[in-house]
């Protein structure tokens, strides 16, 4: 036994990120990512969050959003304790305009913060898209025409034909967080279709992970959800099996002995 194992008593675990630090971009009004997150992390990958204000969950409401001047000011302040990787997480808001639209932002928050590895739930949904090997997709989203519109489209351009999607109209960002795990898994099952070789959930204020071990079984082939994808982006971007099992088929090779 070492000096050090005799010395000191077993601690508990504290959350410390010894595996690693995800920094991460996120709603103001948002609840649901920080906690999907964490309870995906395994011991010793912790998150640390900047926050940004969101006024309605509208094409406009977004747009005013990512043109204001507070985005630099998260990013940068997310970016400021020693983190591994930082993931903006705003799904819609980085597929709003197309691929092009959320390359330059990555772009420009590497600019901001020149220090870690930067991704976008947008970016991490294709990743995590092409790992588990989608072609055409179901979308579930808990949107606005609109939105969800733009979501097919983000989708399409990247090769993913969305070949069944259903929609919630949902335009107050709290009410997002406050539809029922029960509604969430029906939503999912509903835009199943026999051409889909993958489900993709957009929005990183919708409840998802808890249900998707569950979706898997009973449709047999993989469900993505916008924070799912994200976590396990930045993971994988830092090389590190950072993930509490049970949350689903992509995080295969990247799961934790816990």
């Not at 959800?225 to 990247?254: M, R």
């Amino acid at each position: 036994m070492s000096a050090v194992a005799t010395r000191y008593p077993r601690f508990m675990p504290d959350g410390s990120g010894t595996l690693a630090r995800i920094g991460l971009i996120y709603i103001a009004s948002s609840v649901v990512m920080e906690e999907e997150m964490s309870a995906m992390s395994a011991p010793g990958v912790s998150t640390h969050t900047a926050r940004i204000r969101l006024p309605k969950v509208t094409v406009e409401g977004i747009e005013e959003m990512m043109n204001a001047p507070e985005l630099e000011t998260a990013a940068r302040h997310a970016a400021a304790p020693p983190i591994d990787v930082l993931c903006f997480g705003g799904t819609s808001a980085s597929f709003l305009h197309g691929t092009a639209y959320d390359t330059a932002l990555i772009r420009k928050i590497r600019a901001w913060t020149p220090g870690p590895i930067v991704t976008t739930a947008s970016t991490a949904t294709l990743a995590a898209l092409r790992q588990v090997k989608a072609g055409k997709v179901a979308l579930a989203t808990p949107y606005v025409g609109a939105i969800h519109d733009r979501a097919v489209r983000f989708l399409s351009e990247n090769g993913h034909e969305v070949v069944k999607g259903a929609h919630l109209d949902i335009t107050e960002d709290h009410a997002l967080a406050e539809v029922p795990l029960e509604r969430v898994y029906d939503h999912i099952l509903s835009v199943d279709h026999p051409e889909a070789t993958a489900i993709f959930v957009s929005c990183t204020n919708f409840r998802t992970v808890g249900a998707i071990a569950a979706l898997e079984e009973r449709l047999g082939k993989p469900v993505i959800s916008a924070v799912q994808a994200s976590f396990w982006h930045c993971l994988h971007l830092v090389g590190v099996k950072g993930a509490k099992p049970g949350y689903g088929q992509l995080f295969a090779g990247l799961e934790a002995d816990v």
